[in-house]
């Protein structure tokens, strides 16, 4: 297996730019080798994570950045992704599966990441997002 690697980026309010930083993180838990699951949650989840940090926290303000850094070892992969923006308060999104925000888009990342990641934690004010995903977790867990 590789050596651990350590990875850090900031890059302008751009989603191109924010797809080529999620591309660069799922190769390298290809390279890895990482199941399969492992790396469709985490590109699903590093898409929202980055997604948001974009258009929710920096409103896509090409002067403010987003930063990725991120730690991957043989046994999980760690990402921090903080934005520069004013921050919200996780626990008040709107649980999207209740019947009166069904239809609403908003909340649906959030679910899905808190679903599929070990680790979904946000802190300064909303503005970092850790997320992490261990080798051959049994995320997400449904119920029948």
Known sequence: MPEPVHFEVRFPSNTTEGL???EKLVSLMESFE???RDI???RLSLEEGITNAIRHGNKLDPNKLVTVVCEICDQKMRVVIQDQGEGFVPDEVPDPTLEEFI???CGRGLMLMRAYLNICEYSDNGRCLTMERERNSPLPILED
């Open 34 to 36: 990482y199941s399969m």
């Open 103 to 105: 239809e609403r888009p």
């Open 40 to 42: 469709f949650a985490m």
């Open 20 to 22: 080529a930083v999620q």
